[in-house]
């Protein structure tokens, strides 16, 4: 049976704290990677790092990246190039705003796409030419159903989530030749603690009699998907936007 293997590949993994970020991580540290995680808080992140020195986790190091902050996101960007390398990038952090098009403004539509367009732009202008370099390199990039779909109030979203994925399929042909491989995953509805928070049972109920295999995801089946593509297993997929949602948008 073929496993996924990552030893020997340090991996970043950006909003990995929680939810689908957290449960790549852990598939991630399981196949045997060096990882390099981000969080938005500060104090979440000192916690993390101190916990990894008591369990001499030597190979998890957490870097707080607010990509909302200019100013976070060149300090980040900064750490990256005195790194010696990144050889999988896994752009996850992600944020949604819920209102119609007419009720949405400017400042909505900067904040939505810097975290979900221009932070992952600048993380892989940082990490590219050192994976050209490396002749060796697999990108995920973390887009969503409404990437495909669409319905009331997800014009922000939606929009940012496709330019993601356009900018996944150009820089997939660009870098093919360098054997980088560039890819979007496409989540459904999943169970993470958010999901559970903000909805009532009644209200996952009727989420999961929406979808074709009568459930939500698990994180860690998102987390699989992601691991294949960010492996050596993968040596032909590139350029995809790999839809995982239970069959909802076949609908």
Same mark, same amino acid.
């Given at each position: 049976?073929?496993?996924?293997?990552?030893?020997?590949?340090?991996?970043?993994?950006?909003?990995?704290?929680?939810?689908?970020?957290?449960?790549?991580?852990?598939?991630?540290?399981?196949?045997?990677?060096?990882?390099?995680?981000?969080?938005?808080? *500060?104090?979440?992140?000192?916690?993390?790092?101190?916990?990894?020195?008591?369990?001499?986790?030597?190979?998890?190091?957490?870097? *707080?990246?607010?990509?909302?902050?200019?100013?976070?996101?060149?300090?980040?960007?900064?750490?990256? @190039? @005195?790194?010696?390398?990144?050889?999988?990038?896994?752009?996850?952090?992600?944020?949604?705003?819920?209102?119609?098009?007419?009720?949405?403004? /400017? @400042?909505?539509?900067?904040?939505?796409?810097?975290?979900?367009?221009?932070?992952?732009?600048?993380?892989?202008?940082?990490?590219?030419?050192?994976?050209?370099?490396?002749?060796?390199?697999?990108?995920?990039?973390?887009?969503?159903?409404?990437?495909?779909?669409?319905?009331?109030?997800?014009?922000?979203?939606?929009?940012?989530?496709?330019?993601?994925?356009?900018?996944?399929?150009?820089?997939?042909?660009?870098?093919?030749?360098?054997?980088?491989?560039?890819?979007?995953?496409?989540?459904?509805?999943?169970?993470?603690?958010?999901?559970?928070?903000?909805?009532?049972? @009644? /209200?996952?109920?009727?989420?999961?009699?929406?979808?074709?295999?009568?459930?939500?995801?698990?994180?860690? /089946?998102?987390?699989?998907?992601?691991?294949?593509?960010?492996? /050596?297993?993968?040596?032909?997929?590139?350029? *995809?936007?790999?839809?995982?949602?239970?069959?909802?948008?076949?609908?």
């Amino acid at each position: 049976m073929l496993e996924i293997n990552l030893q020997g590949k340090t991996a970043l993994i950006t909003g990995a704290t929680q939810g689908i970020g957290k449960s790549i991580a852990d598939h991630f540290l399981e196949a045997g990677a060096d990882l390099i995680l981000t969080g938005t808080k *500060q104090h979440e992140i000192d916690a993390l790092n101190k916990k990894n020195v008591r369990l001499l986790k030597q190979n998890v190091k957490y870097i *707080q990246l607010d990509l909302s902050s200019v100013d976070s996101t060149q300090t980040f960007i900064k750490t990256l @190039e @005195e790194l010696p390398r990144i050889d999988i990038c896994i752009n996850n952090a992600g944020v949604n705003k819920v209102a119609e098009f007419i009720h949405t403004s /400017e @400042e909505d539509f900067d904040w939505i796409n810097q975290i979900n367009l221009y932070g992952p732009y600048r993380i892989l202008q940082s990490i590219i030419p050192g994976m050209i370099e490396n002749k060796f390199g697999r990108i995920v990039n973390i887009a969503s159903i409404w990437s495909v779909v669409t319905r009331k109030g997800r014009s922000l979203y939606t929009s940012s989530k496709n330019a993601l994925v356009g900018l996944t399929e150009t820089i997939a042909v660009e870098l093919a030749q360098h054997n980088i491989l560039v890819n979007a995953v496409s989540p459904g509805f999943t169970l993470t603690e958010l999901t559970k928070n903000t909805n009532t049972p @009644e /209200e996952l109920s009727l989420i999961e009699s929406t979808i074709p295999l009568r459930r939500l995801a698990l994180p860690g /089946e998102i987390a699989t998907l992601v691991a294949f593509l960010s492996s /050596e297993l993968n040596s032909y997929t590139t350029g *995809q936007n790999i839809v995982i949602d239970g069959g909802y948008t076949n609908l």
